[in-house]
């Protein structure tokens, strides 16, 4: 049976940490990551015009934090990878990831895109607060 596991997405503000951690048997694969300011809500309480603006950051993140155990980035230096938006507004980062069991290798970058994994949902210990969600079986599976 395969299954397709989803951590929710999450805001980032920019003097947060993005810390997410695995279990010893799990490395981190990053499923997206988008920096800017995509929408108003806990990182952003007004427009001024600019919602909307955002880089897709997920190379970075992926450098930063995929195939191992644990990782930790301070959003500050997104503005060194990206400035989607005008300089002088607030951006933030929204991101999300799995625990997958194994080891790094192609397979994992494959999974991002789509495909999945067979087994069940992996633990996952993330610092901020969020549950990993576990996806009905996926379909297209082979």
């Known amino acids: 049976m395969f299954y397709v596991c989803a951590a929710a997405v999450q805001e980032y503000c920019i003097r947060e940490q ?50 191992r155990h ?27 990831f799995d625990c997958v069991a194994g080891e790094w290798g192609a397979p994992f970058l494959e999974l991002r895109h789509g495909s999945s994994f067979s087994g069940t949902c992996c633990p996952c210990h993330k610092k901020s607060p969020s549950p990993l969600l576990c996806g009905r079986p996926d379909e297209k599976a082979p």
């Open 70 to 96: 644990a990782c930790d980035v301070t959003i500050r230096k997104m503005m060194d990878v990206a400035q989607p938006c005008p300089p002088d507004l607030t951006s933030y980062l929204e991101a999300s």
């Open 18 to 67: 993005f810390q997410a951690e695995c279990s010893d048997s799990h490395i981190l694969l990053m499923r997206e990551a988008r920096y800017g300011r995509m929408k108003t809500g806990r990182c952003i309480s007004e427009e001024y015009g600019h919602i909307g603006c955002f880089a897709d950051v997920i190379s970075f993140m992926d450098a930063q934090c995929s195939g």
